[in-house]
């Protein structure tokens, strides 16, 4: 049966990496039979240039009716005077809403091949393998109320809400301890539960949850000293779980275990597995345009979006093995160029990857 995946390049690099993901997606789905069908849409900056919405609802029913959704990036300073509800990024917190996508599972593993990308010492990165599941519908990010108000003294003030409720806390905190159990079984949640209640009620549930899950070792960290333990000594963390801005924000960090945020994927998951699939890194306006960009962190977006979402495994180790095998084979975009490594455009690693798999 047809599958389709629904396509969003978005804004400033997404469509350069897009393109390679493409390149890498097309190639699996010809070798493999996999009876893909690739179909595009608009989403953030483009979509509000062409139609005056950043999710516009045609964007949002096209996804519905896909197996699959490929995002590239959206946003920069171009579209910085809209309006706060037409911002790029709004359209992006838009479609993760509106598809209930509320467990985005964020892999930071370390290459062998890029111990000496990273700022980090190659002892305190190497051989590491963390998944970060970060809810992503809830919490501050979606908070109401939120807004601007006027003080009696006359001066403004900006406010927004956190709060999980237990369901809210209880499907990301199933999803992290499965996860758990797949790999080394071991789960931390993080949270601020020294001062915060939403948090106080997250390390609560999590905490009771842990009774059906006896084999997965929990432990609980608060948010301030798990950003300091994943740089000092990350090897602790197997999965990790933790709120939406928690999770931004740690995931960033994580990047960098990697050697660059240009190597990180990400899968944004529902209740029925329907998944979207994007590079954790931003658009990056800087450096849009100019062929530069890393396309690996979407190439393995695809791997994670044929293994979650399209059932096809084998394709995604396929893919993943031939990233490993150009890294070896010295090619580096410049966010991860070494010494004795050779610099490639976005596009040269993207047909580097579509060869590795075609003379596997
Ligand atoms: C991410 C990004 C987004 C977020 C932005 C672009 C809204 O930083 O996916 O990590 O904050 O979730
Ligand atoms: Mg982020």
Not at 100 to 106: E, G, I, S, W
Not at 144 to 165: D, H, I, M, V, W
Not at 324 to 349: A, H, K, N, W
């Amino acid at each position: 049966m047809t599958k389709s995946v629904y396509v969003l390049p978005g804004d400033n690099i997404g469509p350069e990496i897009i393109s390679e993901g493409i390149k890498v997606l097309e190639v699996v789905n010809e070798r493999l039979d996999l009876d893909i069908d690739i179909h595009y849409g608009l989403l953030g900056g483009a979509a509000l240039d062409a139609t005056g919405d950043p999710c516009p609802p045609e964007t949002l029913a096209a996804a519905r009716n896909s197996d699959a959704v490929l995002l590239g990036a959206v946003g920069g300073p171009s579209w910085d005077h809209h309006d706060r509800e037409l911002r790029p990024e709004k359209g992006l917190l838009k479609m993760r809403y509106g598809l209930n996508l509320f467990a985005n599972l964020r892999p930071a593993i370390t290459y062998p091949q890029l111990v000496s990308a990273s700022s980090l010492k190659p002892d305190v990165i190497e051989g590491l393998n963390i998944l970060i599941v970060r809810e992503l519908v809830g919490g501050i990010y979606f908070g109401e109320p939120r807004g601007f108000r006027t003080l009696e003294s006359g001066e403004q003030e900006g406010f927004n809400t956190l709060k999980y409720s237990e369901s809210e806390i209880r499907r990301v905190g199933e999803i992290a301890f499965e996860a758990a159990m797949k790999r080394g079984k071991r789960l931390c949640s993080v949270d601020k539960s020294n001062v915060l209640e939403a948090t106080i009620l997250w390390r609560k549930v999590i905490s009771e949850m842990s009774a059906d899950y006896p084999l997965v070792s929990l432990s609980h960290m608060y948010v301030d000293n798990a950003a300091m333990q994943l740089v000092s000594e990350p090897s602790q963390f197997d999965v990790i779980v933790t709120g939406n801005m928690f999770g931004d924000i740690l995931s960033d960090i994580s990047a960098m275990l990697t050697g660059s945020i240009g190597m990180l994927p990400s899968a944004s998951l529902n209740e029925k597995g329907f998944g979207m699939y994007e590079p954790c890194h931003g658009s990056a306006p800087d450096i849009a345009g100019k062929n530069v960009a890393n396309p690996l962190a979407t190439i393995l977006s695809v791997a994670l979006l044929l293994r979650y979402s399209l059932g096809a495994p084998n394709a995604a180790e396929i893919i993943e093995e031939a990233v490993s095998r150009v890294l070896d084979r010295g090619f580096r975009t410049s966010d991860i160029l070494t010494d004795g490594t050779t610099l490639v455009s976005t596009s040269q690693m993207g047909s580097a990857v579509m060869d590795a798999i075609i003379t596997a």
